[in-house]
């Protein structure tokens, strides 16, 4: 299994990016997906999550900022981010059920991409 998250960068508040994950290895249609975020110091938190029949769940922090998606067909799933805030900066991590579809997420259950960074600063 192998998850790679790509479209991280610097933006400056109010700004917009769009996250995505590349997934192989499994059949990813069955498969709830989601995104994670952590601050040094701090532990995960969940920011979102889609069930393979395409129902979408968000943290009340971004909800109404963030969208979630998947595209079977490229294996991939996207966390498009607008109104961005300097508190919305973090390491974001894709990633499978069982470990992401929880609150806290468990990195040890699961499938976990590496991470990629999101820094909101003007």
């Known amino acids: 299994v192998q998850l790679v998250e790509s479209g991280g960068g610097l933006v400056q508040p109010g700004g917009s990016l769009r996250l995505s994950c590349a997934a192989s290895?499994?059949?990813?249609?069955?498969?709830?997906m989601g995104w994670a975020r952590q601050v040094p110091g701090k532990g995960l938190e969940w920011v979102s999550g889609i069930y393979s029949d395409g129902s979408t769940y968000y943290a009340d922090s971004v909800k109404g900022r963030f969208t979630i998606s998947r595209d079977n067909a490229k294996n991939t799933v996207y966390l498009q981010m607008n109104s961005l805030k300097p508190e919305d900066t973090a390491v974001y991590y894709c990633?499978?059920?069982?470990?992401?579809?929880?609150?806290?997420?468990?990195?040890?259950?699961?499938?976990w991409g590496q991470g990629t960074q999101v820094t909101v600063s003007s």
């Open positions: 290895g499994f059949t990813f249609s069955s498969y709830a």
């Open positions: 990633a499978t059920d069982p470990g992401i579809m929880v609150e806290p997420p468990r990195p040890d259950f699961g499938s």
